[in-house]
């Protein structure tokens, strides 16, 4: 079993910066892939990030590349999302999830673990 508990969300102004973690409980966190999903008001949920367990290999939603990186420390069992340049679309509670993959994981599906989310809000 591993349990995620995202942090870091919150209230911005557009054009600036958050960086959310996701904290992973359990000794094999450096077996799983990672990702991020945000899911906004009357939308469905959608990928953002996803990233190998060694951290060797990420890819991103077109709409955030660029501005958005991915990364993981094993050591700390945490991955994080450090997201720059925020726009009002930006706008969605925010997810990690887990994979039990020691590559990328492109299917949502095959994502095991999720964690409860974290809100973050850009104003105008």
């Known amino acids: 079993q591993v349990q995620l508990v995202e942090s870091g969300g919150g209230l911005v102004q557009a054009g600036g910066s958050l960086r959310l973690s996701c904290a992973a409980s359990?000794?094999?966190?450096?077996?799983?892939?990672m990702a991020w999903f945000r899911q906004a008001p009357g939308k469905e949920r959608a990928f953002v990030a996803r990233?190998?367990?060694?951290?060797?290999?990420?890819s991103y939603a077109d709409s955030v590349k660029g501005r958005v990186t991915i990364s993981r420390d094993n050591a700390k069992n945490t991955v994080y999302l450090k997201m720059n340049s925020l726009k009002p679309e930006d706008t969605a509670v925010y997810y990690c999830a887990a994979a039990r993959s020691r590559y990328i994981v492109v299917s949502e599906v095959q994502y095991d673990y999720w964690g409860q989310g974290t809100q973050v809000t850009v104003s105008s």
């Open positions: 990233i190998s367990a060694s951290g060797g290999s990420t």
């Open positions: 359990g000794r094999t966190f450096s077996s799983y892939a």
